[in-house]
């Protein structure tokens, strides 16, 4: 440690070398640490920020708990730990037992650097997880707003670092749902339908990938791809907007340098999109319905077919109550009408995932009103979406933060995307917390005066129940480039 921030205080997060560097001597350590922790920063995210948060944390701790993305694996870190901590166990070590039993971990950079960590951890399959703390660093920022970790990117100096961490000290554990997403289409028989990410970039696009032929889920003459997600998968104009906005950025650095620019940036975009007039500027944009067919599953229940109003241009499936940079497009819906559709509060822990429509920008601005929502469509913990043959050649999607246009084979009608509901994972809450747990007692259960739904949200149809298949891993692939992390 430093001798800036040498006071005791900061002992309790100090973890020693021979835990962190294999083959090292054993130390005589008197201290316990009462809130270890493992710090894993993207230093490419926030401009110059992510580099000099870099610095400040390897000077308060030990340089070995604190490592840049860019440089190491999070899932080889975090391995080689866990396998030390194991020896050292068996060794009869106390210190590395209660380092095991108290261990976090701070995860700085954006969302998509975020949800990188949390698909490691749930790989790991640890019988006792370290819960994550996200800093806010990059663009989006959801999953820190949903738990109280703020949007604003933090400060960098020595004070700010301590204050965070004592932050971290006090925080409290919370589950989340962790959700898999799969798509499987016949192999086309010219061209690729890989994942597109903007500006075309190599390996810049870990959040949705296909499998390995190796992989479990590959199946002859199909192409599978697969990703996982905390906060939300979507699809239609939204995330092609985002797309629009991803590139430009990508081209054009030097014209994204504050939050000002670029959200005026994001507003002309989603104009000359067709986002804002569609009906003026692009008659024939694609609704969700004329795309593709949804499909349900409630909890221990059969598929459905979910009817999508015509007028819906953008669908969200939404884990967390933060979306497009804080908004929650659920809102706390009517009691009656809770009942009445058999809806739920939207718990962040109760395997279930939320599913909001919208029909243009316009519709997207209502988020900003205090009873503001989308158009609420359904619950359930099982989505499957059935593109129609033909419909379109491609499609936008979007991951937590990250979007790609997705090409279509436009002779097949086998292509099917499918999320399910796949275990989860342990963050850290403070008091500010905006999300809620299930075995929250303080947990809303709806207001009394908001405005009815409209009727053509309903759903209809009970059909036979299928199944499609689910990953038991989170893996992204070994040769993605951090450099385009979020």
């Not at 979910?306 to 659920?330: D, Q, T, Y």
């Not at 706390?332 to 718990?347: A, G, I, V, W």
């Not at 999320?419 to 809303?444: E, F, W």
């Amino acid at each position: 440690m430093g001798d800036t921030i040498s006071d005791n205080s900061l002992k309790d997060f100090y973890i020693p070398n021979y835990i962190l560097v294999p083959g090292s001597k054993v130390e005589d350590v008197s201290h316990v640490p009462a809130c270890p922790v493992i710090v894993f920063i993207n230093s490419k995210s926030g401009g110059q920020l992510g580099g000099e948060l870099l610095v400040t944390y390897r000077a308060v701790l030990n340089e070995n708990q604190v490592f840049d993305l860019g440089e190491k694996a999070p899932d080889k870190v975090l391995h080689q730990l866990y396998v030390t901590l194991g020896t050292l166990k068996y060794s009869g070590d106390t210190l590395a037992t209660e380092i095991e039993k108290r261990l976090r971990i701070i995860v700085a950079g954006g969302d998509g650097t975020a949800s990188w960590l949390l698909g490691v951890v749930c790989d790991l399959k640890l019988p006792q997880p370290p819960p994550i703390a996200t800093v806010p660093l990059g663009t989006g920022n959801n999953l820190p707003f949903s738990f109280g970790w703020g949007k604003k990117n933090p400060g960098t100096d020595c004070q700010s670092v301590e204050f965070f961490l004592n932050q971290v000290k006090i925080a409290k554990e919370m589950k989340i749902d962790s959700w898999h997403i799969i798509m499987r289409m016949r192999a086309p028989k010219e061209g690729s339908c890989d994942p597109i990410a903007p500006l075309e970039l190599p390996h810049s696009l870990h959040a949705f990938h296909r499998v390995s032929q190796t992989d479990t889920l590959n199946k002859e003459g199909y192409h599978t791809f697969r990703g996982g997600f905390w906060n939300y998968f979507s699809i239609g104009m939204d995330a092609q907007v985002s797309y629009a906005f991803h590139s430009e950025r990508k081209l054009h650095p030097e014209k994204f340098k504050n939050q000002l620019v670029n959200q005026s940036t994001y507003l002309k975009l989603g104009c000359t999109q067709g986002w804002f007039c569609a009906s003026l500027f692009h008659p024939s944009s694609r609704n969700i319905a004329h795309l593709t067919k949804v499909r349900i599953m409630k909890r221990q229940g059969q598929w459905e077919d979910l009817k999508i109003p015509r007028s819906i241009r953008s669908i969200v499936c939404l884990n967390l109550p933060s979306f497009s940079g804080g908004l929650n497009p659920w809102g706390t819906p009517h009691r009656k009408k809770s009942h009445d559709r058999d809806l739920t509060p939207p718990y962040v822990d109760d395997g279930v995932i939320e599913i909001v429509g919208f029909r243009d920008a316009w519709h997207g601005l209502v988020l900003l009103s205090p009873n503001g929502h989308g158009t609420r469509l359904a619950q359930a913990n099982r989505i499957r979406f059935e593109f129609q043959k033909g419909a379109a050649d491609h499609t936008f999607m979007r991951i937590d933060g990250e979007p790609w246009k997705q090409p279509l084979p436009v002779d097949d009608d086998t292509v099917v995307v499918e999320i399910s509901h796949l275990g989860q994972v342990s963050m850290l809450a403070t008091p500010n917390c905006r999300s809620k747990s299930v075995y929250d007692p303080s947990s809303p259960v709806g207001h009394l005066d908001e405005e009815e739904d409209s009727a053509e949200e309903s759903v209809e149809d009970w059909e036979e129940r299928r199944k499609f298949g689910a990953a038991d891993t989170f893996k992204f692939p070994d040769e993605f480039d951090i450099a385009h992390l979020s």
